[in-house]
């Protein structure tokens, strides 16, 4: 059958595009009297707007080329004072909206390593650091010509793991179901967690967003350590709950939650008992376990 069209081509519309500069890693020192701050980060910005004619009939005249970008990352960063990836984001955001007006919005995203101060002598040394965990810090902020501003924050790879107070008993059971029921393991994970600010916090509001990822960040954790756990799913809520009664700034939080396995390994062959004690992690296949939460 020819499915050909007939009558020559449509007109094509553009519905959606941006562009932009991804990748942008950057290391800042702020050197104060007697101590250094040091940051590292790295950073995406996408453009939307008129560029309509670029994709049509390749005319660039509308094009901020995406080195620019980069460029400008740099040299924001030497003027800024901003402290938090929030700040920054939106700092970064409304620099390029000033300078191109056939851009309608920016969208930046910015993850944030871990860097900590290094103890010597049991004081936290002025000038060197030790590189923390995997985990990130992230924020995604877009801004629009209208002013219209979005902020989602958060982590990536927050690795924890609890060694009480987890089972998992009474799920279904089939005749391919070999998992025994336990309410004794060893529950570990890395979570994944980003929320919404209410509409209140924008670009241009003066938070200590720095303070307020830390505390959002400490009482999850302190939900997850507390928590008698007869789930992943049930640990989430918890945790999730925690942040959303906790901050009023919060209006909707999203989690992911691997479950990484620790499998109880057979010593009975050996002639020894195995209390809990002796597991092999695993890192897959693993249980995956999300949700997106807000309050009624």
């Known amino acids: ?12 519309e553009l519905i959606e595009n941006r562009y932009g500069k991804s990748r942008v890693r950057l290391v800042k020192v702020t ?26 009939v390749g005319d660039n005249s509308n094009l901020l080329p995406t080195d620019t970008m980069k460029n400008t990352v740099y040299s924001l960063a030497r003027s800024s004072s901003a402290t938090s990836i ?14 191109n007006s056939q851009v309608s919005a920016v969208l930046v995203k910015v993850e944030s390593v871990l860097w900590k101060r290094l103890t010597v002598d049991g004081q936290p ?6 590189r923390g965990s995997n985990e990130r810090q992230v924020t995604r902020l877009r801004l629009e010509r209208s ?25 279904i059971k ?19 967690a980003d929320w919404n600010y209410i509409e209140a916090v924008t670009c241009g509001t003066d938070i200590d967003f720095k303070a307020l ?16 756990s007869l789930s992943v799913q049930h640990t989430l809520f918890a945790m999730a709950e925690a942040a959303l009664n906790g901050f009023d700034a919060i209006e909707e939080i999203h ?42």
């Open 174 to 192: 089939d005749s391919l179901t070999t998992l025994k029921e336990t309410n004794d393991r060893l529950f570990g994970t890395a979570v994944s």
């Open 1 to 12: 059958m020819d499915i050909r069209l007939i009558g020559g081509p449509n007109l094509i």
């Open 147 to 171: 002013r219209d501003c979005t902020i989602n924050s958060g982590f990536e790879e927050l690795v924890v793991m609890k060694t009480a107070k987890s089972g998992f008993e009474g799920y």
């Open 213 to 228: 990822h830390h505390d959002v960040r400490e009482t999850m954790l302190k939900a997850f350590a507390d928590h008698e």
């Open 125 to 130: 040394h002025p000038d060197s650091f030790l």
């Open 255 to 296: 989690m992911v939650m691997p479950n990484k396995h620790c499998l109880l390994v057979d010593l009975s062959r050996f002639g020894q008992d195995n209390p809990n004690e002796i597991f092999v992690p695993t890192d897959e296949p693993h249980g995956t376990i999300e949700a997106r939460l807000r309050r009624e």
């Open 86 to 99: 929030e700040k920054f984001a939106g700092e970064l955001a409304s620099f390029l909206l000033e300078r």
């Open 31 to 56: 050197r104060h009297n007697g101590h250094h701050d040091l940051y590292e980060w790295t950073v995406e910005v996408l453009l939307e707007g008129d560029f309509d004619s670029a994709h049509r």
